[in-house]
């Protein structure tokens, strides 16, 4: 059982930049893959970025390739995601999920945050 809590999240000008982070309890968050993933109001949620259990493998969306990273802290049991040049199509609930493989899909991961809101003015 893994539990997760985002932060970081808040309000920012087109441009800006927010590092996103989510927080697991249990000992066993090193063997998981981590995956973010947003929901824009009125959108289905989609796949930001997701990175490997050892942290050697990553993947991203292609419309934040080059302006989000994906990170993750295994002794900290934490993973971030640092966010660059934020526009306003980037604004959603950013949420955070662990799962056995770094795939873009909802279905592969087990466990999930609450989530963290992100606004962006233009």
């Known amino acids: 059982q893994v539990q997760l809590v985002e932060s970081g999240g808040g309000l920012v000008q087109a441009g800006g930049s927010l590092r996103l982070s989510c927080a697991a309890s249990g000992r066993t968050f090193s063997s998981y893959a981590m995956g973010w993933f947003r929901q824009a109001p009125g959108k289905e949620r989609e796949f930001v970025a997701g990175?490997?259990?050892?942290?050697?493998?990553?993947v991203y969306v292609d419309s934040v390739k080059g302006r989000f990273t994906i990170s993750r802290d295994n002794a900290q049991n934490t993973v971030y995601l640092q966010m660059n040049s934020l526009n306003p199509e980037d604004a959603a609930v950013y949420y955070c999920a662990a799962g056995t493989v770094v795939v873009a899909l909802e279905r592969a991961y087990d466990y999930w945050g609450q989530g963290t809101q992100v606004t962006v003015s233009s």
């Open positions: 990175i490997s259990s050892g942290g050697a493998n990553t």
